[in-house]
Nanobody, 126 residues
Framework: HVQLVESGGGSVQTGGSLRLSCKPS????????MMWYRQAPGNECEEVSH???????DYAESVKGRFTISQDNAENVVYLQMNRLQPQDTGVYYC?????????????????????WGQGTQVTVS
């Protein structure tokens, strides 16, 4: 079974920082998409950051300049560095990625062409 294990969540005060880690059970290939989503209490999921096929990255407007997605190829880990955290950043953060499938599947953030998602890690900012 394929797993993506998130870690690094926790409780932090406003203005603080956290670094989330995502360790997939599969090897992250160069043409894979890796992404972070989050779900605030009572809200729909929001894409936080996404790697692009050209090697670039995308960020939600709400986190631009504060969050950075990165990848350690040697360790096969994806990170999300979160700085200047705000209470609005509170939520469950999910790592997802791999190749695009031709069929969608149910995920913690609705139906997606990306079939492999982690269980999530809680981030609480107060």
């Amino acid at each position: 079974h394929v797993q993506l294990v998130e870690s690094g969540g926790g409780s932090v005060q406003t203005g603080g920082s956290l670094r989330l880690s995502c360790k997939p059970s599969f090897f992250i290939l160069d043409d894979f998409d890796m992404m972070w989503y989050r779900q605030a209490p009572g809200n729909e999921c929001e894409e936080v950051s996404h790697t692009r096929s050209d090697g670039g990255t995308d960020y939600a407007e709400s986190v631009k300049g504060r969050f950075t997605i990165s990848q350690d190829n040697a360790e096969n880990v994806v990170y999300l560095q979160m700085n200047r955290l705000q209470p609005q950043d509170t939520g469950v953060y999910y790592c997802a990625g791999g190749r695009k499938w031709t069929e969608t599947t149910d995920t913690p953030c609705g139906r997606s062409e990306y079939h492999y998602w982690g269980q999530g890690t809680q981030v609480t900012v107060s």
